[in-house]
């Protein structure tokens, strides 16, 4: 009930997750999502992604196996061009807007992906990650 | 625990979440909006808005509070533009990137204005929408 604390508190929380979610948009312009991952996530991150992945599972706790999947994804596409946009924050989280133009190693095709991640922030770390992609 | 359930039943799930999503985005790209309402949303939808109406405050219950909010809206606003970008649908939730070119009629200021709204679809309804924006 974000409308029952001090306005100092909504105000500090609100700098917070913009202060977080800058830092991401900006490491992930960069390419350095990697890095983003390790500054910004805390141990506890819990990830949720809308198209499951090759083990066929949508979830992922912890920062080791979130950044294993990305280890993963970006050895599996060759990425053309990427566009991050935000953060667009609310409270304690904050949305960003991914594209990506990238090739699939393995087949060979090249696709445009579109796709909304959504952040929680606490404590100063991104604790929960959630994505919304085109089906 | 949407991992838990049977996969016949994810998959209605999501074609449930898409249908709702694409027929909003339709419906918004039409600047048909107060129809979206009328026709998608759930009587007890919840509003959760970025930034505080006039009145002060974020949060909106209601079908009706929330068309009212909505006519506010766009009396107040001079839009010239709009782009809405999705649906991106993850489980029982859907993500919508819009953008707004639009004049504030009192003030004059014309601005560009960013936004993602994220709704969560029950029973084929929107029974929550919750908007997260740039500061």
Not at 45 to 68: C, H, L, N, Q, Y
Not at 109 to 132: A, H, Q, S
Request: with cysteine; glycine share 8%.
């Amino acid at each position: 009930m974000q409308h029952l604390r001090g306005g100092g508190d909504v105000m500090a929380l609100k700098e917070e997750t913009l202060e977080v979610g800058k830092k991401l948009v900006a490491l992930c312009k960069e390419g350095k999502n990697l890095e983003a991952i390790d500054n910004l996530y805390a141990d506890e991150i819990e990830s949720f992604e809308a198209m499951a992945m090759p083990d066929g599972s949508t979830e992922s706790k912890g920062k080791k196996a979130v950044r294993d999947k990305n280890v993963w994804w970006f050895e599996h596409m060759k990425v053309h061009s990427t566009q991050s946009e935000g953060p667009y924050p609310n409270g304690d989280r904050f949305a960003v807007r991914f594209k990506y133009d990238a090739t699939d190693k393995d087949s060979g095709k090249r696709e445009t992906m579109e796709e909304v991640g959504l952040y929680t922030v606490k404590n100063g770390k991104i604790v929960r990650e959630e994505f919304f992609a085109s089906a």
